[in-house]
């Protein structure tokens, strides 16, 4: 089993639509974790971090479930320019410092 | 502010060619870390370094060295270029006194190809 999952895509939605994805950790000791964007042969860029109690950025909201080993993302009233490539990251302490792993993405598509 | 700096952006080698990746950051982070990206796959972790004179490996590190002399350089080190080391290579930083929370900053990526 991968130690970060995601399901591949493409999500291929108008615009206006809410989307959510959902990524899976497999270590249960991962600290802390993020969702990054990727366009097209670009590099990452960081889009939120996610907290326990979850939160909110915008048209953004990241949330986490330790019991269910998720974390999920969702983007309402999706915009042309939210097309991209959607990693998530999960941290894991390893011999003192902290190491983070990507998933292989999740790719969105909106379309007019 | 330049951020993660990575030259250079692109590079074709032949197969056996040797090449350095060079990595450098100007906001004092201690981690480094450098990573592959293979087409439609997400990124593998290759070494990393949570501090000047202090490299390990990660997931990926077979046909690769780095050294970390100073703690705003990273480089990446090809001694025997093969075509499976065709990959766009991303650094990046993070700061630790925020411990796990501190997310990754990283440089523009350099896109290699080995012929």
């Known amino acids: 089993r991968k130690e970060v999952e995601q399901d591949p895509g493409p999500f291929n939605v108008p615009e206006g639509a809410t989307v959510a994805f959902n990524c899976t950790y497999s270590?249960?000791?991962?600290?802390?974790f993020f969702w990054y964007r990727q366009d097209c042969r670009k590099e990452p860029k960081l889009l939120m971090s996610?907290?326990?109690s979850g939160n909110e950025d915008g048209r953004f909201t990241a949330q986490l479930n330790r019991a269910s080993q998720y974390i999920s993302l969702l983007i309402r009233d999706s915009k042309l320019s939210d097309s991209a490539t959607y990693l998530c990251v999960v941290k894991q302490a390893s011999g003192g410092s902290y190491i983070p792993t990507f998933g292989r993405g999740t790719s969105l598509i909106v379309h007019p | 502010n330049a951020g993660v700096t990575q030259t250079p952006k692109f590079r074709i080698l032949k197969i056996g060619q040797s090449m350095t990746l060079q990595c450098t950051q100007d906001?004092?982070?201690?981690?480094m870390y450098w990573y592959r990206q293979d087409p439609g796959m997400g990124l593998k972790l290759i070494y990393y370094s949570v501090g000047a004179g202090i490299t390990d490996k990660g997931e990926v590190p077979n046909g690769y060295n780095v050294s970390r002399s100073t703690t705003e350089d990273f480089p990446l080190r090809l001694e025997l270029a093969a075509p499976s080391q065709t990959s766009v290579y991303f650094c990046a930083s993070s700061y630790s006194g925020q411990g796990a929370n501190s997310p990754l900053h990283f440089g523009n990526g350099t896109r290699l190809t080995v012929t």
């Open positions: 906001m004092n982070h201690n981690y």
């Open positions: 996610v907290y326990s």
């Open positions: 270590n249960s000791a991962s600290q802390s």
